[in-house]
């Protein structure tokens, strides 16, 4: 009973989470400023985190966790990395 | 999904409950950012799935593997802490590159920059 | 001490982290945990960071607290505002400038990350020169208000902790 819900709940939370990463996604390639895009690029590296937190449920493996909290690292720095760029022109001043 | 048999009932409720909830939020944000008019209003639609969004899937996380492995999963607290600080941080860098080009360009929508500030921001 | 320890509470983080990511407490984790936290802490000290003084942890916890709740409401309120069906729109969102009596670095990026961390509200920029921010709100009904919120809710607090 507790694996029947918890396979529904599984793949109903990986459906919106897809979801969600194809409006961002769609906003990453619309644009129109070059923030946006960047803003939808950050959306996506936290969209990527939550989904592998979900496949390290389903598949019941913790290895999962590590590149979720990979993914979050890499989207922290290049975000702030292309903030910089879009300030300046330059990511080291 | 037969590893997930032994989960108790409410266990399995719960999980359920924080998954939907957490991705629920983050399709939320996500659709904000679609559907907002703005880039400053754009801005504030993915703080939705970074704070509570991605907590309850954090929370549902450690819950599922803390009662698979009857010992305390603790370590997604490394996550929730790295996005609580780090979001803020980009939104902040973002939020003010944006500024900084919408006042360069002369935007009537921002307002302008104040006359003591020389382009020098110690704030970062 | 304080050549050996210069940051103990970075120490202290950092060995936690270790000791959380080696999933055990066993006594070589906590060792090369000890020995790596300390190395982060030194290399933390040559960036010659401003200090922090920490007055009041005791107010800590309550802020958190008081943090937790907020974003709890925001959420839910911003999420109504994406998901209201479009047409009678008569929301307004625009920056609100806010003087801050605040001047302790590490208690305003605090306030930033409190604020931003928010759904709703986000800090855009800061003058050093004359101490006053600039807050973009999603739902901005009066301006006075939110410099209220802000400067009572959050500086005061912050000013008790940091300062």
Same mark, same amino acid.
């Given at each position: 009973?507790?694996?029947?819900?918890?396979?529904?709940?599984?793949?109903?939370?990986?459906?919106?989470?897809?979801?969600?990463?194809?409006?961002?996604?769609?906003?990453?390639?619309?644009?129109?400023?070059?923030?946006?895009?960047? +803003?939808?690029?950050?959306?996506? *590296?936290?969209?990527?985190?939550?989904? +592998?937190?979900?496949?390290?449920?389903?598949?019941?493996?913790?290895? *999962?966790?590590?590149?979720?909290?990979?993914?979050?690292?890499?989207?922290?720095?290049?975000?702030?990395?292309?903030?910089?760029?879009?300030?300046?022109?330059?990511?080291?001043? | 999904?037969?590893?997930?048999?032994?989960?108790?009932?409410?266990?399995?409720?719960?999980?359920?409950?924080?998954?939907?909830?957490?991705?629920? @939020?983050?399709?939320?944000?996500?659709?904000?950012?679609?559907?907002?008019?703005?880039?400053?209003?754009?801005?504030?639609?993915?703080?939705?799935?970074?704070?509570?969004?991605?907590?309850?899937?954090? @929370?549902?996380?450690?819950?599922?593997?803390?009662?698979?492995?009857?010992?305390?999963?603790?370590?997604?607290?490394?996550?929730?802490?790295?996005?609580?600080?780090?979001?803020?941080?980009?939104?902040?860098?973002?939020?003010?590159?944006?500024?900084?080009?919408?006042?360069?360009?002369?935007?009537?929508?921002?307002?302008?920059?104040?006359?003591?500030?020389?382009?020098?921001?110690?704030?970062? | /001490?304080?050549? !050996?320890?210069?940051?103990?509470? !970075?120490?202290?983080?950092?060995?936690?982290?270790? &000791?959380?990511?080696?999933?055990?407490?066993?006594?070589?984790?906590?060792? &090369?945990?000890?020995?790596?936290?300390?190395?982060?802490?030194?290399?933390?000290?040559?960036?010659?960071?401003?200090?922090?003084?920490?007055?009041?942890?005791?107010?800590?916890?309550?802020?958190?607290?008081?943090?937790?709740?907020?974003?709890?409401?925001?959420?839910?309120?911003?999420?109504? !505002?994406?998901?209201?069906?479009?047409?009678?729109?008569?929301?307004?969102?625009?920056?609100?400038?806010?003087?801050?009596? /605040?001047?302790?670095?590490?208690?305003?990026?605090?306030?930033?990350?409190?604020?931003?961390?928010?759904?709703?509200?986000?800090?855009?920029?800061?003058?050093?020169?004359?101490?006053?921010?600039?807050?973009?709100?999603?739902?901005?009904?009066?301006?006075?208000?939110?410099?209220?919120?802000?400067?009572?809710?959050?500086?005061?607090?912050? /000013?008790?902790?940091?300062?």
């Amino acid at each position: 009973m507790s694996a029947a819900l918890l396979e529904w709940a599984v793949l109903l939370a990986q459906l919106l989470l897809v979801t969600a990463m194809g409006c961002a996604a769609f906003r990453l390639m619309r644009g129109p400023r070059a923030q946006d895009r960047v +803003l939808a690029l950050d959306t996506l *590296y936290v969209l990527a985190a939550m989904l +592998l937190l979900v496949f390290g449920i389903r598949t019941g493996s913790q290895h *999962y966790f590590e590149a979720a909290l990979l993914i979050t690292l890499l989207g922290f720095v290049a975000t702030a990395a292309l903030s910089k760029f879009l300030m300046r022109g330059e990511v080291i001043e | 999904m037969t590893h997930a048999a032994e989960l108790p009932a409410w266990a399995a409720l719960a999980v359920t409950v924080l998954l939907l909830l957490g991705a629920g @939020l983050a399709l939320t944000g996500a659709v904000g950012l679609l559907r907002l008019q703005s880039f400053y209003e754009r801005v504030h639609a993915p703080t939705l799935g970074t704070t509570l969004g991605i907590g309850c899937v954090l @929370l549902a996380s450690m819950l599922f593997f803390s009662l698979l492995q009857t010992r305390f999963i603790l370590h997604e607290i490394l996550i929730a802490v790295l996005v609580m600080v780090t979001t803020p941080v980009t939104l902040m860098l973002l939020a003010r590159a944006s500024l900084y080009r919408d006042r360069i360009e002369g935007n009537e929508a921002v307002p302008p920059p104040r006359r003591s500030q020389t382009g020098e921001n110690s704030n970062g | /001490m304080r050549y !050996i320890l210069p940051h103990p509470l !970075i120490v202290l983080s950092l060995l936690l982290a270790w &000791l959380l990511l080696s999933e055990s407490a066993s006594p070589g984790a906590v060792l &090369l945990g000890g020995v790596l936290a300390i190395a982060g802490a030194w290399a933390f000290a040559s960036l010659t960071p401003p200090r922090a003084r920490l007055r009041r942890l005791a107010a800590l916890p309550g802020l958190l607290r008081d943090v937790l709740v907020e974003v709890v409401r925001s959420n839910n309120a911003v999420a109504r !505002i994406i998901l209201k069906p479009a047409g009678g729109a008569t929301r307004r969102s625009g920056f609100v400038c806010i003087p801050l009596d /605040m001047r302790d670095p590490y208690g305003l990026a605090a306030l930033a990350c409190i604020l931003t961390a928010t759904p709703g509200t986000v800090w855009v920029d800061y003058d050093s020169a004359d101490g006053t921010m600039l807050l973009h709100v999603l739902d901005l009904v009066d301006e006075a208000e939110w410099v209220r919120i802000v400067k009572e809710k959050w500086e005061r607090r912050l /000013m008790e902790i940091f300062e």
